[in-house]
């Protein structure tokens, strides 16, 4: 058990829809990342919030958003769902460390299973 | 695009055998991380490598960071039945951003 914690495990919608996945952080861990993993692919790198603020995008399609609350939980929120927004999603946390620095090792979750038909 | 590749993309091997996987980029690393996702589960952290030509072991399992800052090697010794999964390794960019690439993975399966 990695501390990190998302729901729900899994979630099924229809194109068009709105969905929001929710991440919880290790306790104490300042950095929350998302990624998309589709099926038989790598880990494709989303977005990352450190403290509650955007830190760094990836490859996130405009439909997409997300924020980290005071609280330092995230969510990610998926909007006019396509049949290719099928995959895992995976929310992962770190300690967050002064910008710069080389070490920040991440910690994922047991990911979101999305399906959209 | 920036990419890291693994080699092998899959590989099946005999109970107890000893396993070598690789990782190349086209840039230089200074954090190389090695994780294991089981199916249907998050990818898990094997082994952090810090500095270049660091050798670090996690009981069965040794990474080592590539002198050039280019690569990576993992390797697993006497394999049993549960180290089935695939394996990534990862890094960060080296522009100040914490934004992790992913290799392309290894499928390990064992045959007991």
């Known amino acids: 058990d990695s501390g990190v914690t998302q729901t729900p495990k899994h979630l099924i919608t229809a194109t068009g829809q709105r969905v929001t996945l929710r991440c919880s952080p290790r306790?104490?861990?300042?950095?929350v990342y998302w990624y998309q993993q589709s099926l038989d692919q790598g880990l494709q790198f989303l977005i990352q919030?450190?403290?509650?603020?955007?830190?760094a995008k990836g490859n996130i399609l405009e439909r997409f958003s997300a924020q980290q609350f005071p609280d330092l939980h995230s969510e990610l929120n998926l909007s006019s769902l396509e049949l290719g927004d099928s995959a895992l999603y995976f929310c992962?946390?770190?300690?967050?460390?002064?910008?710069?620095?080389?070490?920040?090792?991440?910690?994922f979750g047991p990911g979101t299973r999305l399906t959209v038909l | 695009g920036q990419q890291l590749n693994q080699s092998p993309q899959s590989m099946f091997i005999q109970e107890g055998e000893d396993v070598s996987m690789n990782c190349t980029s086209s840039?230089?690393?200074?954090?190389w991380l090695w994780y294991k996702q089981d199916p249907g589960e998050g990818p898990v952290l094997l082994i952090a490598?810090?500095?270049?030509?660091e050798l670090t072991s996690n009981g069965r399992l040794t990474a080592q960071f590539g002198i050039t800052r280019k690569d990576s090697f993992l390797n697993i010794s006497a394999s049993i039945p549960s180290d089935v999964g695939i394996y990534f390794c990862a890094g960060p960019l080296t522009s100040g951003t914490y934004k992790y690439i992913f290799g392309t993975g290894t499928r390990l399966k064992v045959l007991a």
């Open positions: 306790s104490g861990d300042l950095s």
């Open positions: 992962a946390s770190s300690p967050g460390v002064q910008w710069g620095a080389s070490t920040d090792t991440q910690y």
């Open positions: 490598l810090y500095k270049a030509g």
């Open positions: 919030y450190y403290n509650g603020e955007e830190r």
């Open positions: 840039s230089i690393f200074n954090t």
